[in-house]
T-cell receptor, first 115, second 112 residues
Framework: EAGVAQSPRYKIIEKRQSVAFWCNPI?????LYWYQQILGQGPKLLIQ????????DSQLPKDRFSAERLKGVDSTLKIQPAKLEDSAVYLC?????????????FGSGTQLSVL | AQRVTQPEKLLSVFKGAPVELKCNYS??????LFWYVQYSRQRLQLLLR??SRESIKGFTADLNKGETSFHLKKPFAQEEDSAMYYC??????????????FGQGTELSVKP
């Protein structure tokens, strides 16, 4: 099966600029996640969608981060304006449902460097 | 507070030696525990989950609720086991299905 697709693979921007990441989950997967992974740390959940609705965005810095999944399929994550501490790998993942035992399938990630 | 702790950043062993990657968790309730692995230049992927009680690539993990631990073990390490390993938990609370909380990760290096 085709995996979770993410683009771009790498992005370098200056602080205060804007950036957007795109994710296309595995076909048929209802749940989509965006994780932030800072170097040397484990992934941290930013936002979780069930179809096109937000399930959990408690750790999303809403003053600068936004995400949408308008048609319940692909999703975009935006940062505006970016800060130095936003440098990280942004991982998108999807799962068939929202159960506690669901296997998550991860994309390759977008590596963001904010200078 | 929900938390996953992996005390070792790096674990280095020789081929054929036993391996134990430690994982401790903090959660008020009965979480689901997982081990995810990331091989060099590959995506993060599920290795095993405690509810399946399975052995994958020779690895096993037992949930010890008394010690709140979920250590990953393999009796004889292979060079191809070299990777980054993440312990993760998922809660049963409302709206937390599928929400994984990850540990910091342990890099396993298996030397020939």
């Amino acid at each position: 099966e085709a995996g979770v697709a993410q683009s771009p693979r790498y992005k370098i921007i200056e602080k205060r600029q804007s950036v957007a990441f795109w994710c296309n989950p595995i076909s048929g997967h209802a749940t989509l996640y965006w994780y932030q992974q800072i170097l040397g740390q484990g992934p941290k959940l930013l936002i979780q969608f069930q179809n096109n609705g937000v399930v959990d965005d408690s750790q999303l810095p809403k003053d600068r981060f936004s995400a949408e999944r308008l048609k319940g399929v692909d999703s975009t994550l935006k940062i505006q304006p970016a800060k130095l501490e936003d440098s990280a790998v942004y991982l998108c993942a999807s799962s068939l449902n929202r159960g506690t035992n669901e296997k998550l399938f991860f994309g390759s990630g977008t590596q963001l460097s904010v200078l | 507070a929900q938390r996953v702790t992996q005390p070792e950043k790096l674990l280095s062993v020789f081929k054929g030696a036993p391996v134990e990657l430690k994982c401790n968790y903090s959660y008020s309730g009965s979480p689901e525990l997982f081990w995810y692995v990331q091989y060099s230049r590959q995506r993060l992927q599920l290795l095993l989950r405690h509810i399946s009680r399975e052995s994958i690539k020779g690895f096993t993990a037992d949930l010890n609720k008394g010690e709140t631990s979920f250590h990953l073990k393999k009796p004889f390490a292979q060079e191809e086991d070299s990777a980054m390993y993440y312990c993760a938990l998922s809660g049963h609370r409302r709206n937390q299905g599928g929400k994984l909380i990850f540990g910091q990760g342990t890099e396993l290096s298996v030397k020939p």
